[in-house]
């Protein structure tokens, strides 16, 4: 009995001996120093207080009260760089003279990137901006792709058919890797397709060469309207995949006369000006 009482008395001791070991005596003193003023106690637990602190507030929480990782930025529409046209990419711009893509009536940018074809288009419209495929220089059975502005201010691509004076969305879409902006009353896009496909009715091969419709307009709720101007430009010869040129085609407001024909009609005209009527 008397063993079992001294065991009862010294095992405080024991435990308090244990918790006041030489090894801890600096975590005891961390929490106060010599005179008493607050040290470094618990500092693991203030660390993780801060980087908790740090995590909610860049964090939100859903309904069910766990952080989820915040959206990420969302990367910005990169500029078309008209300094590669003719070198790594073809171009073809329509409007002023000396205009660029974000100066020009109309601008369409291509280049092989693999086995797909990216495409580059920008217009000054806050509707719709595209490019046919034609293997007549005629609107009327031809491929289209075309990027259209929506209410909800996004730029969406779109596959089209010309049936005659009039474009057919088809379900069918070859377009990825889409890009898309409306800024400054322009309506900018960028998307791949790819270079082969299975040759059908409303899409084309692009490793063929084909001559290229340019047209864009209005849009009424993401839906595309007439275009712009009654007759759309096209390019003057079969447009090839495989070779980058850089092309310009002076709009309406900018052409001159310089046919041989047209230069002598002036000339003519000049001089029965001058000299008069007999």
Same mark, same amino acid.
């Given at each position: 009995?008397?063993?079992? !009482?001294?065991?009862?008395?010294?095992?405080?001791?024991? %435990?308090?001996?244990?918790?006041?070991?030489?090894?801890?005596?600096?975590? @005891?003193? +961390?929490?106060?120093?010599?005179?008493?003023?607050?040290?470094?106690?618990?500092?693991?637990?203030?660390?993780?207080?801060?980087?908790?602190?740090?995590?909610?507030?860049?964090? &939100?929480?859903?309904?069910?009260? &766990?952080?989820?990782?915040?959206?990420?930025?969302?990367?910005?529409?990169?500029?078309?760089?008209?300094?590669?046209? +003719?070198?790594?990419?073809?171009? *073809?711009? $329509?409007?002023?003279?000396?205009?660029?893509?974000?100066?020009?009536? $109309?601008? @369409?940018?291509?280049?092989?990137?693999?086995?797909?074809v990216? #495409?580059?288009?920008?217009?000054d419209?806050?509707?719709?901006?595209?490019?046919?495929?034609s293997?007549?220089?005629?609107?009327?059975?031809?491929?289209?792709?075309?990027?259209?502005?929506?209410? =909800?201010?996004?730029?969406?691509?779109?596959?089209?058919? =010309?049936?005659? !004076? %009039?474009?057919k969305?088809i379900?069918? =879409?070859?377009?990825?890797?889409?890009?898309? *902006?409306?800024?400054? =009353?322009?309506v900018?896009?960028?998307?791949?397709?790819? @270079?082969?496909?299975?040759?059908?009715?409303?899409?084309?091969?692009?490793?063929?060469?084909w $001559?290229? @419709?340019?047209? %864009?307009?209005?849009a009424i !709720?993401g839906?595309?309207?007439?275009?712009? *101007?009654?007759?759309?430009?096209?390019?003057?010869?079969?447009?090839?995949? &495989?070779k980058?040129?850089?092309? #310009?085609?002076?709009?309406?407001? &900018?052409q001159?006369?310089?046919?041989?024909?047209?230069?002598?009609?002036?000339?003519?005209?000049? #001089?029965?000006?001058?000299?008069?009527?007999?």
């Open positions: 009995m008397f063993l079992l !009482q001294l065991a009862l008395l010294l095992e405080p001791t024991v %435990w308090l001996a244990a918790v006041a070991s030489p090894t801890d005596d600096n975590a @005891l003193r +961390g929490g106060h120093g010599e005179h008493g003023e607050p040290g470094h106690k618990d500092h693991h637990k203030d660390s993780y207080s801060t980087f908790a602190s740090e995590f909610l507030e860049s964090r &939100y929480l859903s309904d069910e009260g &766990y952080p989820f990782p915040t959206a990420p930025p969302v990367d910005p529409f990169a500029r078309i760089k008209v300094s590669d046209c +003719g070198i790594t990419k073809g171009c *073809i711009r $329509y409007g002023k003279p000396g205009c660029d893509a974000e100066t020009c009536d $109309y601008f @369409l940018s291509y280049r092989r990137i693999g086995t797909d990216e #495409f580059e288009m920008s217009a419209t806050d509707g719709w901006v595209a490019v046919g495929f293997s007549d220089k005629k609107m009327g059975g031809d491929d289209v792709m075309g990027c259209v502005h929506d209410d =909800n201010g996004r730029v969406r691509i779109h596959h089209f058919y =010309n049936v005659g !004076q %009039w474009a969305e379900k069918r =879409n070859p377009a990825r890797d889409e890009e898309g *902006i409306f800024e400054n =009353n322009r900018t896009c960028r998307f791949k397709r790819p @270079l082969h496909v299975p040759r059908e009715e409303t899409l084309v091969d692009l490793h063929l060469s $001559y290229y @419709l340019f047209a %864009w307009g209005p !709720q839906s595309i309207t007439r275009h712009d *101007i009654d007759t759309p430009p096209v390019s003057d010869h079969m447009i090839s995949i &495989y980058y040129e850089d092309i #310009f085609m002076p709009a309406a407001a &900018y001159t006369f310089s046919s041989p024909f047209c230069l002598l009609l002036i000339v003519a005209l000049t #001089f029965y000006l001058l000299m008069g009527t007999p």
